[in-house]
């Protein structure tokens, strides 16, 4: 099977402009989940969608939403970009039930804003 | 408050010695702990789960051990190469949570030949 697939790879912005990513789990995952990694936190979840629902929330703001498609295919958008949202963003997907529980990654979006 | 805790320092390790990461948590009902190994610019990359009724599980050169008493993992990796070298993160899945993992913020192994 394909791994999950992110994309852009890399990706500048400017300080005040929004940007999506995308997210292309692995055939027949229903779970994925966003992350935010820096070097001084860690990785931090924004949120998990499953089956188009919002299933699980990070404690980040609402600047930083998320959507999922019919086909698991998800999407994540930040808006009024500031300078702390350069990072790896970081989607993970897995089967996202009792029977399936780790979750494979994806390469991640290395976001800068200037 | 609730937290897990990995060592913050790096660790490191003569090659073909047992490397030994720790996990603690405070606060937490685990349904089951992961590990993950993650090297730089990449994404975690998964390798063991423990359930809360398991002590110990085993992968190759891996062991990890689960004591809920104590509210602690171990992560060994036995006759440790340089490519082991990475950071190692732990998660937990809580019981009652709805499938959330709750992670580490990983400790980073040096193997040196």
């Known amino acids: 099977k394909a791994g999950v697939t992110q994309t852009p790879r890399y990706l500048i912005k400017t300080r005040g402009q929004q940007v999506t990513l995308s997210c292309s789990p692995i055939?027949?995952?229903?779970?994925v989940s966003w992350y935010q990694q820096t070097p001084g936190q860690g990785l931090q979840f924004l949120f998990e969608?499953?089956?188009?629902?919002?299933?699980n929330k990070g404690n980040f703001p609402g600047r930083f939403s998320g959507r999922q498609f019919s086909n698991s295919r998800s999407e994540m958008n930040v808006s009024t970009l500031e300078l702390g949202d350069s990072a790896l963003y970081l989607c993970?997907?897995?089967?996202?039930?009792?029977?399936?529980?780790?979750?494979?990654f994806g390469p991640g979006t290395r976001l800068t804003v200037t | 408050s609730q937290k897990i805790e990995q060592n913050s320092e790096a660790l490191n390790i003569q090659e073909g010695k047992t490397a030994t990461l720790t996990c603690n948590y405070t606060?937490?009902?685990?349904?089951?702990l992961q590990w993950y190994r993650q090297d730089p610019g990449r994404g975690p990359v998964f390798l063991l789960l423990?359930?809360?009724n398991e002590k110990e599980k085993r992968k190759e050169r891996l062991k990890v051990t689960f004591d809920t008493t104590l509210k602690q993992s171990l992560f060994h990796i036995t006759a440790s190469q340089p490519a082991d070298s990475a950071t190692y993160l732990c998660?937990?899945?809580?019981?009652?949570?709805?499938?959330?993992?709750?992670w580490g913020a990983g400790t980073k192994l040096i193997i040196k030949p």
């Open positions: 969608y499953f089956s188009e629902t919002q299933r």
């Open positions: 993970a997907s897995s089967p996202g039930t009792s029977g399936g529980v780790e979750q494979y």
């Open positions: 055939s027949g995952h229903r779970s």
């Open positions: 998660a937990l899945r809580l019981l009652d949570s709805n499938y959330q993992l709750i």
């Open positions: 606060n937490y009902s685990p349904a089951y």
């Open positions: 423990i359930r809360e």
